[in-house]
């Protein structure tokens, strides 16, 4: 079982900067491909970024450039590293520990993060 907590969401004007983290608790964090997700008011959840064990990353194309994801395993913590940020980007952002390749598939959610990009 992995839990996570995400923090490091809140208001910030367009152009700013923000940092997400999401703790995750469990000894297992490092084998998991770790991802945040973003839902917006109406739209469906999408990936944001992901980072897999040997620190492979992927980016939607509407953030690239500007977000950057990262893990510190010796933490248990998964970043985001937001910036130019822009009021398409006010969502709730979703950590999530991807673990669907293990033999017993598995996948977590944390609770989100509230992100608003407003002037």
């Known amino acids: 079982q992995v839990q996570l907590v995400e923090s490091g969401g809140g208001l910030v004007q367009p152009g700013g900067s923000l940092r997400l983290s999401c703790a995750a608790s469990?000894?297992?964090?490092?084998?998991?491909?770790m991802g945040w997700y973003r839902q917006a008011p109406g739209k469906q959840r999408e990936l944001v970024a992901s980072?897999?064990?040997?620190?492979?990353?992927n980016y939607a194309d509407s953030v690239k450039g500007r977000f950057t994801i990262s893990r510190d395993d010796a933490k248990n913590t998964l970043y985001l590293q937001m910036n130019s940020l822009q009021p398409g980007d006010t969502a709730v952002y979703y950590c999530?520990?991807?673990?669907?390749?293990?033999?017993?598939?598995?996948?977590?959610w944390g609770q989100g993060t509230q992100v608003t990009v407003s002037s």
């Open positions: 980072i897999t064990s040997n620190l492979r990353t």
């Open positions: 469990g000894s297992s964090f490092r084998f998991f491909v």
């Open positions: 999530n520990a991807d673990g669907s390749t293990f033999i017993i598939p598995r996948s977590y």
